[in-house]
């Protein structure tokens, strides 16, 4: 069974940073490209970042840029997001996706895995 399982969420301050991890298990996912993506209440699921089956190139959504990072370490079919200078706007559901276009994307429709989520909260 593929699952791909998040943690790493949790409350913190405004300014402050979070390391988010996704763990995929039940196939390799060296050839997929990941992504994270966010949902907070109320509003529709969105983009955060991606990045390609290799791990040398990524992109993200404009609200994190220069916030935010993507890595992977495809040894242990796991992906991280580093997030600094955390807002009360980046408070949501954190998702992991794993897509097998292979290259990076913004895209819901093209990621064939999700996991669970893990909560983000920032208080201001």
């Known amino acids: 069974q593929v699952q791909l399982v998040e943690s790493g969420g949790g409350l913190v301050q405004a300014g402050g940073s979070l390391r988010l991890s996704c763990a995929a298990s039940?196939?390799?996912?060296?050839?997929?490209?990941m992504g994270w993506f966010r949902q907070a209440p109320g509003k529709e699921r969105e983009f955060v970042a991606s990045i390609n089956w290799s791990g040398d190139s990524t992109y993200y959504a404009f609200s994190v840029k220069g916030r935010f990072t993507i890595s992977r370490d495809r040894a242990k079919n796991t992906v991280y997001l580093e997030m600094n200078g955390l807002n009360p706007e980046d408070t949501a559901l954190y998702y992991c996706a794993g897509s097998r276009t292979a290259m990076t994307s913004s895209r819901g429709n093209d990621y064939n895995y999700w996991g669970q989520g893990t909560q983000v909260t920032v208080s201001s």
């Open positions: 039940g196939r390799s996912f060296a050839g997929y490209a």
